[in-house]
């Protein structure tokens, strides 16, 4: 199982911004498209945007107008910008596949993830 690496997390006021990144395989960003959740406690793990592997992006509703999602190809990195934060976007935020059933993107599992807390 290959998992990815997410960092850029941190403490942050309402307001504010970060820039969260996920190093994963490449294999992954060539054939199964990436994706940010997040899991806020006694919550479900819940979808926050995809970029699909030809480069087109969605976001939801938590996301529209404030993420940015993008990825570095030669880095094999994954972006996601966040801005004007609210207090419930404080989560835990993971990136994965977008894919799951074929290989090599069922080779996917998740990682330790990145800690995101705005304080209002």
């Known amino acids: 199982q290959l998992q990815p690496v997410e960092s850029g997390g941190g403490s942050v006021q309402a307001g504010g911004s970060l820039k969260l990144s996920c190093v994963a395989s490449k294999h992954f960003f060539s054939s199964c498209g990436m994706a940010w959740y997040r899991q806020s406690p006694g919550k479900e793990r819940e979808l926050v945007s995809i970029?699909?592997?030809?480069?087109?992006?969605t976001y939801t509703d938590v996301a529209k107008g404030r993420f940015t999602i993008s990825q570095d190809l030669a880095k094999n990195t994954l972006y996601l910008q966040m801005n004007s934060l609210k207090s419930e976007d404080t989560a835990v935020y993971y990136c994965a596949t977008e894919l799951r059933g074929a290989y090599p993107c069922n080779l996917f599992d998740w990682g330790q993830g990145t800690q995101v807390t705005v304080s209002s």
């Open positions: 970029i699909r592997r030809d480069g087109s992006t």
